[in-house]
């Protein structure tokens, strides 16, 4: 009881996997096999993930961590099929929830998360421009388009109701968000940049949209954007207790901004540098060369400051569990984030040597990578405090130069 | 590898624990590390920019040909002799003194009379009785004051009449009288006889002024009188009166202390003839600037009115009339007029004097003050009058024979400006000498001397014109606004024309002698000169650009303006790239020198590559490349001008190469380099 009436500070994590309360559930089920549904709990969890198919750890980690990114770091993108697709996930989330159960009715929730997130999916070529420059493609077609960017930051405060029946537990919440920064691009299919041979031209099509929120407060108070996202989730479990489906939407929802900056360009243009009409007047050409807003002009770029509101990137996510003994469980997992990405697949293993130890050697493949291996490791203080660590950071320690993903899980739970 | 994984490990505990802080943050774009290859100018050059279109013609298939003048000598009006007036000087005595006519009376009563002749022992107020004969009585003297009208005079002529009106009761006869000064000797000035005065009757009698001196209070005398009685008794009334007047008339004076009245003291009309114009003759001159100067020495003790008037001198057709007043007794008063765009008509007219002279008035006139004034007629005023400064800006008539020599001196040559070595070949040179004459002058021209010269290498050439025969007759221009014009022309064939243009002249050393009416035709005064027509020399130049080059070598400077280039802190090493594309038939190299504000050369860019020659039909594409470090990046934006240099040389050395007007050149300077993008 002392226990029960002691506040206990949870960990606050981050993650970009949207912790939710479905998985919650599969969790428990997959690594404590005992699931908390008709018991009040409090839990919280961050979570920190950066993963690409293409981008290596090393790039990332240079990018997020040093600041810098060494040109050696960046070279493999020379090689890369300027064809393909990049795909992006960077981000931080950090949730504390506390679920109370009544006798009757459903469970009532109520949460805190704080979300940082970063979504790409672009073409090889425009990662390969931004990080390499033009040069090493030089009489080649840098395919620009097909190329999505999606930053938000935000702060959400939540509410959900959840049902518990003998065979099915469902339910949702609702969040409310404040943004403190925002930004989006959008680059169209035909976009392109080729580089004529010692660069005697540049030929550019581009057509892009980019939206983005104001930066000028500081983050921590800054409300530029208000919206609302709510979550359903649905857990099947028969009641022999051997398997569990648990089928999530995540994030489903709007967040408007009110003059917000809108930039549009839909553009072909040759570049050839300053054009002198006459070189024998250089003089006069450059003192009446044109200023940015001219420049801006002949580009076609469209400014505009107007409110809009913007769809969150919803993740739709299944996961299966199968329980073969007290000591081995089997979860597979797919997850998609709509409009990013591709769909997900994850298969991990947990191994209950005791009774309050799990280990869990994982993979997954697809998503925003390619293919990434993983260690779970959890603990349960007699169906009371639960810890759980998703540890991804092997490879990008191992081989961080040949390795694209790097994330760590962290979570905790007290059932009172 | 233990490194790397420990570093990982902070790093994301690191993270985890600053969970909380993590939203804080910014996603900030990272520094890094871009290859960037992009063009950074691009230029056509074609041979009309090259070119300009004021030494450019162009034949009907394209072909090229620069024609070029270059001015040798510029002359015009300015070059005549400024014009100066004879200064003319005249001193001038008043020419008269006129002395308003006045008059002064006296009244002489009956009573007066008696009691001063023996008649009053006959004649008693209130009788009526006769009066007798009576004989060689005398009276006086009269008084009369004239000094209201003068203190005293001496009359150049003039006269006195003395008039009496006789209203005494018997008439009077041989009255003798005299007139006398009334001063200390009682000077006579005239004695005359009234032979009869009937009752109520006047009689007048005059006396001859000339000469005479008369002050301002004088005596009438009556020597002798006879009465000549009544036959019958008239009532004696003593208050009868003897009217007596004195009027002075018609008089000038000599001098005088009198209240003048107001009139013409001196008038001067005179032509006023122009010196040092050498032979020439002018019948009209506008003033581009002059002053007339007059200076009045006057000795007159009053205020004088000074007009001085040129009827010929007209300025939007109103003669030039200036008025001033000459203080009383001035020692010397100088009066100056701006005659600027005034019109002379230097005929003398009307005094005609056919050239060179123009006539002008002078007045002097006093006004009456009511004051009386000292004059006398050996007063005078002394006038100066001088044209000063007077340069015309058109002049006619016969403009003289004058010889000058210009030169030698040296004159610019630009066609070659921005040429600074090399050898050129043209395939045909033509020069024409010519002279434009905007006068109405003939002239001769002779060219003494004609040396191109290339100051940059002290080389020169004298143009060789024995083939011309000198000196040229240069005709007068017709009007105004139609110059006469005549060339001689040099080519190739008869010169050394390609020889002093392979100088590479930037100056030209020309000397001429010209000769104004070599002919001296002084009776044609239709001449005409302005200063806004001229006469100019010049060389005329046409080269068809079909040449053979070797080495031209052509510079130019250029400001270069480091605060135009955007971020340049980010460029590292790289490559600089100039792609020509050429049509011309010139191969070439090309040299860049960036120099700073004192002319130290910083950095140097000179690409091995050469630019192809390229033809009209199929342009040749190069690719001159430069790479450079930071350092040397450095170095080019420290600099503040920079010196492009281009040598080129034709395709062929044997065979001339012809430019035509489609033919250009493309240039695109692009670069790769390295560029760090530090992190937000």
């Known amino acids: 009881m002392i226990l029960r009436k002691t506040l206990i500070i949870g960990l606050l994590f981050t993650s970009i996997n949207v912790t939710a309360q479905g998985d919650r559930l599969w969790t428990e089920q997959h690594y404590f096999d005992s699931l908390s549904s008709k018991q009040t709990s409090i839990w919280g969890a961050s979570d920190y993930r950066a993963q690409s198919n293409t981008l290596t750890n090393q790039l990332m980690s240079e990018a997020l961590f040093q600041g810098n990114i060494k040109s050696s770091s960046s070279e493999f993108l020379k090689d890369l099929n300027s064809e393909g697709t990049t795909r992006l996930n960077v981000g931080f989330q950090g949730e504390v929830w506390y679920r109370h159960v009544r006798k009757n009715g459903p469970a009532l929730l109520f949460g805190v998360e704080i979300n940082e997130n970063l979504y790409g999916s672009i073409s090889n070529g425009l990662a390969q421009l931004y990080l390499k420059g033009n040069a090493p493609f030089e009489d080649q077609r840098l395919p620009l388009g097909r190329s999505k960017l999606f930053y938000m930051s935000d702060q959400s405060m939540g509410f959900g109701l959840e049902w518990t029946k003998p065979a099915v537990i469902y339910g949702a919440n609702l969040n409310l968000i404040k943004v403190s920064r925002f930004q989006k691009v959008e680059i169209d299919q035909p976009s392109f940049l080729y580089t004529a041979p010692y660069g005697a031209q540049l030929d ?182 639960r810890l759980l660590t998703k540890y991804e950071l092997l490879e990008s320690q191992v081989a961080s130069a040949n390795s694209t993903s790097q994330a760590l899980f962290l979570g905790g739970q007290l059932i009172f | 590898m233990k490194h790397l994984i420990s570093y990982n490990v902070i790093l994301a505990a690191i993270f985890i624990g600053l969970f909380s802080l993590s939203c804080k943050r910014e996603l900030k774009r990272p520094g890094l590390e871009n290859e960037v290859l992009t063009p950074i100018l691009s230029t056509k050059l074609t041979i009309n920019q090259i070119v300009p279109d004021s030494v450019r013609n162009e034949s009907n298939d394209g072909h090229v040909s620069l024609i070029y003048r270059n001015n040798l000598l510029q002359t015009g009006l300015a070059s005549f002799k400024e014009l100066e007036t004879r200064k003319f000087q005249e001193t001038a005595k008043l020419q008269s003194l006129v002395i308003s006519s006045r008059s002064a009376g006296r009244i002489v009563t009956l009573g007066q009379v008696l009691d001063e002749t023996i008649l009053s022992a006959v004649l008693t107020h209130g009788d009526t009785t006769q009066i007798p004969q009576t004989t060689g009585m005398n009276y006086g003297p009269i008084r009369v004051d004239g000094t209201e009208i003068f203190e005293t005079v001496t009359f150049d002529s003039g006269y006195m009449d003395i008039s009496i009106e006789n209203n005494f009761p018997t008439a009077m006869s041989n009255i003798n009288f005299e007139i006398r000064n009334d001063d200390s000797v009682q000077t006579l000035i005239g004695s005359d006889v009234f032979n009869n005065v009937p009752v109520g009757e006047t009689r007048t009698v005059s006396l001859d002024l000339a000469g005479k001196t008369v002050v301002g209070n004088i005596l009438g005398i009556i020597t002798s009188f006879d009465v000549d009685g009544t036959q019958e008794p008239v009532y004696i009334d003593s208050n009868d009166q003897l009217i007596v007047t004195v009027t002075i008339r018609n008089s000038k004076a000599n001098s005088a202390t009198a209240v003048f009245p107001a009139q013409d003291v001196v008038s001067l009309k005179d032509t006023t003839g122009m010196i040092n114009v050498q032979d020439l003759r002018l019948t009209k001159a506008t003033a581009k600037t002059g002053i007339i100067r007059v200076t009045v020495v006057s000795t007159i003790q009053d205020s004088m009115n000074f007009t001085y008037f040129v009827p010929g001198g007209k300025k939007e057709g109103i003669p030039l009339r200036r008025t001033e007043v000459v203080p009383p007794n001035s020692p010397e008063t100088e009066f100056e007029f701006n005659v600027d765009g005034y019109i002379f008509d230097l005929t003398g007219s009307p005094k005609i004097n056919l050239y060179n002279a123009f006539y002008s008035e002078l007045t002097g006139r006093i006004d009456s003050t009511g004051e009386l004034v000292n004059l006398s007629l050996n007063d005078s005023i002394m006038v100066k009058v001088e044209l000063i400064d007077f340069i015309p800006q058109y002049i006619e008539g016969y403009l003289g024979k004058t010889s000058v020599s210009f030169g030698p001196q040296q004159v610019s040559f630009e066609l070659f400006k921005g040429v600074s070595g090399g050898m050129f070949d043209f395939e045909e040179v033509n020069v024409s000498i010519g002279v434009e004459n905007g006068t109405g002058v003939p002239f001769s021209l002779d060219v003494n001397t004609f040396n191109a010269i290339n100051t940059k290498t002290n080389n020169s050439l004298d143009l060789d014109m024995s083939s011309l025969t000198m000196p040229f007759s240069i005709d007068a221009a017709s009007s105004l606004g139609s110059p006469s014009q005549q060339e001689w022309t040099l080519s190739k064939s008869n010169s050394n024309i390609n020889e002093v243009l392979n100088v590479l002249p930037n100056k030209a050393e020309v000397a001429f002698n010209i000769t104004s009416n070599p002919d001296e035709n002084n009776g044609n005064l239709s001449q005409f000169a302005a200063d806004t027509n001229t006469l100019s020399a010049f060389a005329d130049i046409e080269i068809p650009l079909s040449m053979i080059a070797e080495d031209l070598v052509v510079k130019d400077t250029i400001q270069f303006d480091v605060r135009k280039i955007e971020n340049p802190e980010g460029i590292m090493a790289g490559e600089f790239y100039i792609i020509c594309d050429n049509q011309f038939p010139f191969q070439a190299s090309l040299e860049m020198i960036f120099i700073d504000d004192f002319d130290n050369v910083l950095e140097t860019i000179k690409p091995v590559e050469l630019i192809s020659a390229g033809s009209r039909e199929t342009p040749r594409e190069s690719v001159l490349e430069w790479p450079f470090l930071r350092s040397n990046l450095d170095r080019i934006l420290a600099s503040s001008r920079v010196v492009f240099s281009v040598s080129m040389s034709t395709r062929s050395q044997s065979d001339y190469q012809k430019i035509y007007s489609d033919q250009a050149i493309e240039f695109t300077l692009s670069s790769r380099f390295n560029y760090i993008y530090e992190s937000e």
Do not use: C
């Not at chain 1, 697809?366 to 293919?371: D, E, I, L």
């Open chain 1, 204 to 385: 550019v099509q581009l057509a892009f949209d980019y939206h983005a929120s104001s930066s000028t407060q500081a983050k921590p108070g800054a409300w530029y954007g208000t919206g609302a996202a709510a979550d359903f989730y649905l857990i099947l479990h028969p009641e022999d207790g051997k398997s569990m489906l648990s089928v999530q939407a995540k994030r489903i929802g709007m967040v408007h901004f009110s003059g917000s900056s809108a930039y549009s360009m839909n553009q072909d243009t040759v570049y050839t540098g300053t054009n002198i009409d006459n070189i024998l007047a250089l003089e006069d050409a450059i003192t009446t060369n044109d200023g940015l807003d001219s420049l801006e002009a002949l580009l076609g770029l469209e400014e505009s400051s107007e409110s809009r509101a913007v769809a969150l990137p919803t993740t739709i996510q299944l996961d299966y569990i199968r329980t073969f003994s007290e000591k081995l469980s089997l979860a597979f997992q797919l997850k998609q984030v709509l409009s990013f990405g591709i769909p997900q697949a994850r298969v991990g293993i947990a191994y209950k040597p005791k009774k309050w130890l799990a280990l869990e050697p994982f993979f997954s493949t697809g998503g925003f990578s390619v293919f990434d291996l993983g260690l779970s490791a959890s603990i349960n203080v007699n169906n009371k405090f």
